[in-house]
């Protein structure tokens, strides 16, 4: 197996951060390349590249300084992934990004695979709005960079899209009757095995994640479905690292992706202190071609996310043995920012 000594992470918040000690504790040397001065991965990394994303020279230099490369976040331009793969390997494959990032496109790509999603329609312009009534109540969300609740509206009745102003393309989902939300972290490495981790429950706040809790409460058959279409979605994808499918479970228990991240995910966290391997080291083995260690539930957790100005009421607390709090060292609280995060393990 080869070793990487040096791996490049595009994108410098937490998931960087937690990536670059996951590759510390490997012996791996990292460099941050991001477009944010006040990037708070550059906290943990090696060296710290700051420029944008579209900068063709630091976008070279910075792959000439790396042996392998992976990002934290995926609205990346697909072109500069590319550029880089140029010059060294990118994992996961850019491509993927290119599916991912497009609501439709990835909805039909599961679909094609037989696995199910909500019912939707395209919108591409006022024309496509005549026969929307059997998607109402809907959710109406951006094709693109659309996450946290951004770029989506609640539309109850076809009045509701005279606010919308429709010059962007957008996909109309049928909303659910939803039971359950819950997600599958898995790693893929560069032999195509897999290894995953048990089923997340998630509960969202004004649509950010709140809370995520391990085991889920959900039957065997729901958990090993979404297991299975999981991995069906990476082989068919290719997939290289760690990935996260969020998933919705209607009242009849029917599993319904919801969407695909092409990274290390937020729902993730607790595999830091609940597992013998966080789900960010899993991604260092398996972009820079490490041994494979499968991953063990050693406790019960739950993670609780510390949005805005929270952080303030965590800052000088005491914690309890079992308690695990992750201070993400941004320089600003800002309202709807993921700011840290407390894990706490069942004794």
């Not at 591409?124 to 109540?137: A, G, H, K, T, Y």
């Not at 969202?204 to 065997?220: A, G």
């Not at 209607?250 to 092409?262: G, H, K, S, T």
């Amino acid at each position: 197996m080869s070793n990487h000594n040096v791996l490049g992470i595009i994108g410098g918040g937490q998931l960087g951060s937690m990536l670059c000690q996951a590759a510390k504790k490997l012996g791996i040397k990292t460099i941050i390349y991001c477009n944010d001065q006040n990037s708070p991965a550059q906290n943990y990394s090696d060296s710290f590249i700051c420029a944008e994303y579209t900068d063709e020279k630091k976008i070279i230099g910075f792959a000439n300084q790396v042996d392998v490369v992976t990002f934290e976040f995926e609205n990346i331009p697909v072109q500069t992934l590319k550029k880089i793969q140029l010059i060294k390997p990118v994992y996961p494959e850019p491509n993927i990004n290119f599916i991912i990032q497009h609501r439709s496109r990835e909805k039909n790509f599961i679909n094609q695979l037989g696995i199910k999603t909500v019912d939707y329609k395209n919108i591409f312009s006022n024309r496509d709005i005549e026969n929307v009534e059997e998607l109402l109540p809907g959710i109406l969300k951006t094709t693109t960079l659309g996450y946290d609740g951004k770029g989506q509206y609640i539309i109850s009745s076809l009045k509701d899209f005279e606010k919308i102003d429709l010059k962007s393309e957008f996909i109309l989902e049928k909303k659910i009757n939803l039971k359950k939300e819950i997600s599958i972290i898995l790693t893929r490495y560069q032999d195509g095995s897999s290894i995953v981790y048990e089923p997340i429950e998630n509960i969202h706040k004004d649509q950010i994640l709140d809370t995520s809790k391990i085991p889920s409460n959900i039957d065997d058959k729901t958990a090993n479905l979404s297991k299975d279409n999981s991995i069906k979605l990476a082989n068919e994808l290719g997939y290289i690292g760690t990935m996260c499918v969020e998933y919705f479970i209607d009242e009849n228990n029917q599993l319904f992706v919801n969407e695909i991240a092409p990274r290390v995910h937020n729902s993730g966290h607790l595999t830091i202190n609940a597992y013998n391997i966080s789900q960010f080291e899993s991604h260092v083995r398996s972009v820079c071609n490490l041994e494979k260690i499968e991953p063990i539930m050693e406790s019960d957790a739950v993670m609780k996310n510390i949005i805005g100005e929270d952080i303030y009421n965590y800052k000088n607390k005491e914690f309890k043995n079992n308690e695990y709090f992750f201070d993400y060292l941004k320089k600003e609280a800002k309202p709807k920012r993921k700011m840290g995060h407390l894990t706490t393990l069942k004794i």
